[in-house]
Nanobody, 111 residues
Framework: VQLVESGGGLVQPGGSLRLSCAASGFTFRNYHMSWYRQAPGKERELVATITSSGSSTNYVDSVKGRFTISRDNAKNTLYLQMNSLKPEDTAVYYC?????WGQGTQVTVSS
């Protein structure tokens, strides 16, 4: 079982990034999936969750209207589209599902 994130980087405030999480070793389409993040000195927090079919999503209040979680079950891939990024979005972002964590991808929002 493996989850591999990609797509992080350095972006200016107001910019956008799209994170991807490639899943393998389990039946991806059967499981709800989530994105978490952990900023320096802070606890890991749940950012967004999507149901197995993709029909329902939930977000932490701080990203509502700016982030969109989605999935492509044919490609076994989870996404997080992040728009209007703020410095406080700086964190390591992790995907999680099937009781498994990815290794994380760094997102830094700075001018």
């Amino acid at each position: 079982v493996q989850l591999v994130e990609s797509g992080g980087g350095l972006v200016q405030p107001g910019g956008s990034l799209r994170l991807s999480c490639a899943a393998s070793g389990f039946t991806f389409r059967n499981y709800h999936m989530s994105w978490y993040r952990q900023a320096p000195g802070k606890e890991r927090e749940l950012v967004a969750t999507i149901t197995s079919s993709g029909s329902s999503t939930n977000y932490v209040d701080s990203v509502k209207g700016r982030f969109t979680i989605s999935r492509d079950n044919a490609k076994n891939t989870l996404y997080l589209q992040m728009n209007s990024l703020k410095p406080e979005d700086t964190a390591v972002y992790y995907c999680m599902g099937f009781n498994t964590w990815g290794q994380g991808t760094q997102v830094t929002v700075s001018s």
